[in-house]
Structures are given as structure tokens and as C-alpha cells.
T-cell receptor, first 112, second 115 residues
Framework: EDQVTQSPEALRLQEGESSSLNCSYT??????LFWYRQDPGKGPEFLFT???AGEEKEKERLKATLTKKESFLHITAPKPEDSATYLC?????????????FGPGTRLSVLP | DAGVTQSPTHLIKTRGQHVTLRCSPI?????VSWYQQVLGQGPQFIFQ???????GRGNFPDRFSARQFPNYSSELNVNALLLGDSALYLC??????????????FGPGTRLLVL
């Protein structure tokens, strides 16, 4: 069974204090790993897609990396507007067809 | 360009009732997926449809069903509502079948409360 875990569950940073969020996954036949940002009461906002181990992608203060067992979302010099829940998801094929599994998310708070 | 749209935004139902949620994908997108997100948890995959055919199904009871129309919009139906069905229901669209690597873009969701 495909599984995704995320750590830490919650993270409080001071503005400018860099850190990393972890996403660990167990999946048969990874077709893609996704990072999303979600603000309270809203739908997830797409950030990155990673397809193979060793791949890296960057966008502003965010950088996502992928290994065979986990992915990291690095946040450099965060600002208060980066406060949100960050979700990791994996896409695979199982006996029922397409399958998408999300982790529980990491709640990030960036204090001014 | 409009993103994924969902209706209604909020809905209150009582136990045992039926509900229909609607989703319009991004223009040009042919695949629609449905998710249930309970407060404090990540979204759970319910269905994926592409070209009106079901292409994926999560671990949900048969009370949940969906369909996709020729214009690629979609409906999610839930029968015999339970209190535990209270959640944010999210729709996501992607350009084409996810057998080809594709990214899903989410709508704002429909907040369902079952009393």
C-alpha cells in the first residue's frame, strides 16, 4: 500500500530562518511526486512536480529535491507570507488504476 | 484564464440525504479527479476520470460515485450521507491522462457539512 509521511507536523520559524520539510514515501512504481501549498479553507496550490531521483526544482525561496525514498522542500530566508500548510503527494499505478496519495502536511508559521 | 471551478462553495445536508457536487476543469484539461479532505488531514483520493471513463478509484464506499460529461466537467455524488462525510471536497484537473506525466491543479473546494 502506498504511504506518504511528512515531518515535522508543525514548524515555527523566524523570518529569514531557513529550514527544510521532509516527505518520506513508500510506493510501487512512482510516476511523480508533487508539492503543494495550502492556505486555510482553500484548495492546494501547485508548487513542484519531481519525477526521478536526483531531480531538483526551484521557485523563489523554495527548492524541492527528490531521492528514491524521500523528498525535501527547502525554504531559504522565509517571509511571513510563506506561512501555510505544505502538502506532499505521490502518483502511482495500482490494481485500480491511477492512485494519488497525499501526506498529512506540515504547518509552517513564519514569524516577523 | 479561469482555473478549476467548483459549485456550490458551501453546503449543509442532513444524515441520509444525497448530495451532488460539480466541477469545471481548466480549459483544455480533459482529466478530473476528486478528493475528500477532512480538517487537519491531507486530501484523500476518491476518483479520477479521463474522457468520461474512470481511470482510478480510492478506498471509498459505493455511496460515492462520479461521472464526467462530454465537455469534461464532472459531478461527484454521495448517497446516504453520514456525519463522517463532512469535509472539504476538492476537484483537480490535468491536461490529459496521467499515464503521461501530468500535474493536477486544484479548485477552491466545496465545504460539506452533514448534520
Amino acid at each position: 500500500e502506498d504511504q506518504v509521511t511528512q515531518s515535522p507536523e508543525a514548524l515555527r520559524l523566524q523570518e529569514g530562518e531557513s529550514s527544510s520539510l521532509n516527505c518520506s514515501y513508500t510506493v510501487s512504481g512512482l510516476r511523480g511526486l508533487f508539492w503543494y501549498r495550502q492556505d486555510p479553507g482553500k484548495g492546494p496550490e501547485f508548487l513542484f512536480t519531481l519525477y526521478s531521483a536526483g531531480e531538483e526544482k526551484e521557485k523563489e525561496r523554495l527548492k524541492a529535491t527528490l531521492t528514491k525514498k524521500e523528498s525535501f522542500l527547502h525554504i531559504t530566508a522565509p517571509k511571513p507570507e510563506d506561512s501555510a500548510t505544505y502538502l506532499c503527494a505521490v502518483h502511482s499505478l495500482d490494481n485500480y488504476g491511477q492512485n494519488f496519495v497525499f501526506g498529512p502536511g506540515t504547518r509552517l508559521s513564519v514569524l516577523p | 484564464d479561469a482555473g478549476v471551478t467548483q459549485s456550490p462553495t458551501h453546503l449543509i445536508k442532513t444524515r441520509g440525504q444525497h448530495v451532488t457536487l460539480r466541477c469545471s476543469p481548466i480549459s483544455g484539461h480533459k482529466s478530473v479527479s476528486w478528493y475528500q479532505q477532512v480538517l487537519g488531514q491531507g486530501p484523500q483520493f476518491i476518483f479520477q476520470y479521463y474522457e468520461k471513463e474512470e481511470r482510478g478509484r480510492g478506498n471509498f464506499p459505493d455511496r460515492f460515485s462520479a461521472r464526467q460529461f462530454p465537455n469534461y466537467s464532472s459531478e461527484l455524488n454521495v448517497n446516504a450521507l453520514l456525519l463522517g462525510d463532512s469535509a472539504l471536497y476538492l476537484c483537480a484537473s490535468s491536461f490529459r491522462d496521467s499515464r503521461v506525466k501530468e500535474t493536477q491543479y486544484f479548485g477552491p473546494g466545496t465545504r460539506l457539512l452533514v448534520l
